[in-house]
Each structure stands twice: as C-alpha cells, then as structure tokens.
C-alpha cells in the first residue's frame, strides 16, 4: 500500500502505527515510555525479591493483557488482580490463567461466570455471599478459591478483623466446592497520603489488624495461603512486615500526577518509580500570546485526583478542562499550533479505561501498540 495511503488508515482503528515519529500520533493518545515501563517494571521485581514476598499486581490500572503477560513474564507477577468479573473475563480469554478478583461478587450471574474459568479467586465478606459461591462452585462442578476480606480503615468493604473474620473463615472451609486460601486486607485509602509518617501510621493499623486476625486463623487450624495487600504508595511497609505475602500494587508501573506528591521518609517520590504513561496532545488553538488551547479535555483524562500536569515543558501549565478542550497557560507565547505535550494525568486507572489502545514509544518511535483489553468491562 502507498505509504500517504497507509498513513491515512491511521485513526480510523488506531492513533498511531509502529516506526511513526511521535509527532505524526494522532491526538489525543494514550502513550507509554518503554523504557520508563520496564524500569519501573524491574525496580518492583527487585523490591519484592529483595522482601521475599509475591507480586500480584493490580490490572484493573491497565487493563491489557499485553502488560499483564509483561508483569508475569519479566516483571516478578505471580498472576494478577482484576476488580470486576469481566475484566477478569477477558484476561482469560487472553490467556491470563491466575487470577484474584480482590472484591466482593454478589450477583447470581456473576458468580455463574466466575466458575468457567481458570484459577480465579475472589473475596468475600459476609455469610450470604459464601453460600452463594458455594452453591454456583457445586452447580458447575468446580471449585472456587476464597479469600476473606476484612475491613482494616478504608471503610469499604471487609468483615470485621479478628473473632468475625476467623467465623467466617471457618464457613468457607466448612463450605461444599470452596476453599479458604487467606485474607485480603488493602487498605486503599492510606495509599494516598502524601506524608510518609501519617502513612506509615495508618498502614500500621492495618498490618496489627491483620497480625491478629492471621495469629487467630492460626489457632483456628485455618491456614493462609494467601494475605494479600498493598499498593504503589505502602508496598514497602507491607512487604517487610513479616504479615504480607502477597502484593497488590498496580499503579507503580505507569505512575500519575497524584502519586508524584507521594513521598518515602527520604523526600523521594515512593518507590523510587517514573513517569511511564503521558496523554499525548496537541495545541489546537492560540487564541491569544498566553493562552493555548489542546485537544484533550475531560474525555481525554480522569480529573478525580486533579488536573494533568505538563512534562517537560516548564513555563506552561494546563489550566482547565472542558469536554473536548484543555486550556493551557502560556505568559511566554512558548507554544505553537501543533506543538506536541505530554500529559501525566492526575489519575492514571480511570484514565486508561477512557482509550482503545497504548502506543508504547521508544527514543521518539513508535514500537508498539498495546489495546486495552478489558477498557469498559465495569460488570
């Protein structure tokens, strides 16, 4: 095919195709920094080694399996986490074979479509929803792993810790086709507080909570396989506890604007990670000298945890958001119709959930696209 031809195909289906400069991306885009990636890739490897703990990471930050077979092949993953039953679904379809949905699956349907797959395993946290699995495991023939969750200062879902956990615990062994295999104890609130001491506080509670309810299990008989926890902003604290034995993190390989003000008791940011995932954009408009206007808005990007903010490029700043527009401040009239930037969003999960594809980028070339596999799969 002609080349111009070629390059005219690009945007019906893709942003981009591999050996494109990174200029020539249409925009707005959903972009990787390989390198950046893969460093961040090896630094929670080696962490996890190093604490002698398994990494489970979270895939509903990505939702592709392409990244998730990266996790499990090169970057430590023993399988991964997913939040909803048919991100896991398609995972599996992917060729994703070890699986935690790390919450609570309570629709009859739901839990029907659990039991066709391969090693998944979910959380419960009350008495009706371990008889509801029990009863789709032995309906279908097979047999469903358990965790049970316990409410450690989120304050979203979990039984109680200690005595209430260990009850339940004791129905899912005592229960036809499930297996109790441990405890899920995140605490997912404390991954976003930017103090290391408050942190470090607040993740302390958590692990004493779960000492606690484990040590019990213990004396119950009951074994745990599996404690699981942790997140890009604590996974240090959990990891050298000597409670955790499995992580959960899944931010820390593309990193965002809100985790860049997390900080480790050095002043560093947490983990020591890079920026790895930018929304590309363009300026559309110049209205006036100090003021640019680009093509990623509200549907571009997640705003939850803040506005974008510009990498690379000091002297301008994205300002506000509207729909389909980004307002960007420019008191030196430094940008140009055109001008390529790239965005750290403030909220890199949903933000991915908003594309079809990843463009991974290497020294300013495209060398890959990635589709977002389970982008839109909330059921």
Known sequence: MDQRIAALEVGYDVPAAVGMDI?????????????????????????????????????????????????????????VC?????????????????????????????????????RII??????????????AAVRHGVTIEVLVEIECGARRCGVAAGAPAVDLARRVAAAQNLIFSGLQAYQGAAQHIADAAERGA?????????????RLLGVAGLDCAIIGGAGTGSFEIEGNSGVYNELQCGSYIFMDADYGRIRDAGGGVVGGFENALFVLTAVMSKPEPDRAVCDAGLKALAVDSGLPVIFDRP???YAAANDEHGKIEDPDNLLAINDRLKLVPGHCDPTCNLYDWYVGVRGGKVETLWPVTARGKLY
Do not use: W
Not at 56 to 72: C, E, G, V
Not at 202 to 214: L, M
């Open 315 to 317: 002297g301008v700043r």
């Open 202 to 214: 607040a993740i302390g509670i958590a692990i004493e909570q779960t000492r606690q309810t484990v």
């Open 23 to 79: 200029s020539e991306i249409q925009t707005p885009a959903l972009i990787v920094d390989l390198d950046a990636f893969e460093r961040n890739c090896a630094r929670m490897k080696e962490a996890i080694e190093r604490m002698g703990v398994r990494l489970r990471p979270h895939a509903k930050t990505h939702k592709s399996a392409d990244i998730a077979r990266y996790q499990i092949e090169h970057g430590g993953g023993c399988g």
């Open 82 to 118: 997913c939040q909803k039953v048919s991100e896991a679904e398609a995972l599996a379809r992917a060729g994703i074979r070890d699986i935690l949905v790390s919450n609570e699956v309570r629709d009859p349907l739901k839990i029907e479509r659990l039991a066709r797959h391969a």
């Open 122 to 135: 979910v959380c419960a946290d009350d008495a009706t929803g371990v008889e509801a699995l029990s009863a």
